[in-house]
């Protein structure tokens, strides 16, 4: 059985989605067994302990630079012997530490279809935001491996939507999450404890 660690910092839908998930039998070998968080105000926290997961804060705010933010992150990460760590809504970008520590085992939930509308800056309802001012008719979700690169790790699995003419970014956002977000983020999970993702390369194949 996996250890799974989750890394949130605002409303927690998307660690939601998995403790669903995990209720219904849907993550194959793997259990969550720790949450940490960068943000004390989280709402995700308070989904933990409704579920009875550790949880660890880790405030951003306590950290002038990212080196020692990385690694006192790490250090919770490892201390809690986490087999997979997920960034589900996780707004702090970490440094190189925390791939060499974990390689190839985070994976991260995007709010759009990467490579488009993702990187420094996107986060969030920027994301929609910039969907709806590019005119593309179609978003979705991505959830791929985390490297040092941000936004640019090996995809696991995407959904795309429509997008409609008359989306908000708040419409789409709600769109994208119940109907991407929720749905690939558990896959994704359960497919790495059961070992069914290949890496090759910058790409994966589910086995
Ligand atoms: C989600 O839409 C997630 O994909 C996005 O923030 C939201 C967090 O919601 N993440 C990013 O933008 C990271 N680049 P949640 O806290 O309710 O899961």
Redesign the pocket.
Known sequence: MMNIAVL??????????LIDAQNRGEIKNGKITCVVSSNPD???LERAENNNIATKIVNRKDYDDRAAYTADVRDALLDAKADLVV?????TILDEQIVEAFPNKMM????ALIPSF?GKG???L??HDAVLASGVKLTG?TVHFVTEDC?AGPIIIQKAIDVKNDDTSQTL?KR??EEC?WKILPKAVSLFCEGRIKIIGNKTEII
Not at 108 to 111: F, K, L, R, S
Request: aromatic letters at 14%; one cysteine or more.
């Open positions: 949130v910092s605002g409303g927690g839908t998307n660690l939601q989605a989280a709402y995700a960034y589900a809504g996780f707004m991260n939930v995007h709010p993702c996107f986060y969030g920027h994301v979700a936004d956002q994208v999450m977000e």
